[in-house]
């Protein structure tokens, strides 16, 4: 089994909101829910049953001011009244994505973390570092954009990946691609492709490795750098 579906949700200056539930959610899928927060002093608290992964929140001060989280959660059958996050800004733009996964093992994903601080000029190649993931694991890379404001921001997904999410949103877009059943073995660099014209932007990136079966581990892991 792999990746089922994905669901996005704004949050427009909301102190709190409930994220939309990916479609067909059921008992023992895995949800990851990846939020963007247009100000990097703002850390929002995730609903009862979410984990924040280690390497979250990502800070970036510049090229604007963002606020990076991810969050995962074994479904159990209450996600539609525990999907509310709360402690985030009335005052800014705010999005989350969140993805169901589909006949995966109970251990915990792995996760690798990326923080791009640059203004990056469109085409921006926005590679989120790679994990090393075991057989038949699916991977899902995550890209939250530190953009300028304006919209127009368009991505194409690295190769042999499929676009789940393409979200032109105001401050903070947002770009979901996934691969199911993956060999074993390490991913490599996950390069995107953005691009709008007279655009900049830097990024935090999430890859996480949902896992096919057995215990998994929990080999988090976090990496900071620029492009």
């Known amino acids: 089994m792999a990746f089922r579906s994905s669901a996005f949700t704004v949050f427009t200056g909301a102190s709190s ?3 939309t539930m990916p479609a067909g959610v059921v008992a023992g899928d895995w949800l990851v829910a990846f939020l963007s927060i247009d100000n990097v002093a703002v850390d929002a608290t995730g609903p009862t049953g979410w984990s924040q992964v280690a390497g979250s929140p990502i800070h970036n001060s510049a090229p604007d001011s963002q606020s990076a989280q991810c969050w995962t959660r074994l479904a159990n059958g209450n996600e539609a009244s525990e999907r509310t996050w709360t402690g985030m800004s009335a005052t800014v733009d705010q ?3 969140v993805a169901a996964f589909s006949g995966r093992g109970t251990g915990t994903p792995l996760v690798q973390t990326t923080q791009n601080t640059t203004a990056n000029a469109s085409p921006v190649a926005a590679g989120n570092t790679g994990i090393t993931a075991l057989e038949g694991d699916d991977i899902a890379s995550c890209w939250l954009g530190d953009s ?3 919209t127009g921001w368009t991505g194409v997904a690295p190769s042999n990946y499929i676009e789940r999410e393409d979200r032109d949103t105001i401050w903070v877009p947002q770009y979901l691609a996934t691969r199911d059943g993956v060999a074993a073995g390490a991913t490599g660099t996950l390069t ?14 999430f890859v996480l ?3 096919a079966g057995g215990a998994g581990a929990n080999n988090t892991m976090f990496f900071g750098g620029s492009l």
Do not use: D, F, L, R
Not at 192 to 205: F, I, L
């Open 95 to 97: 999005a989350i994505i």
């Open 17 to 19: 909101g409930a994220a």
């Open 148 to 150: 300028n404001g304006v």
């Open 209 to 211: 490795a949902i896992p």
């Open 192 to 205: 995107m492709t953005w691009t709008n014209v007279g655009n900049t932007t830097g990024w935090a990136g």
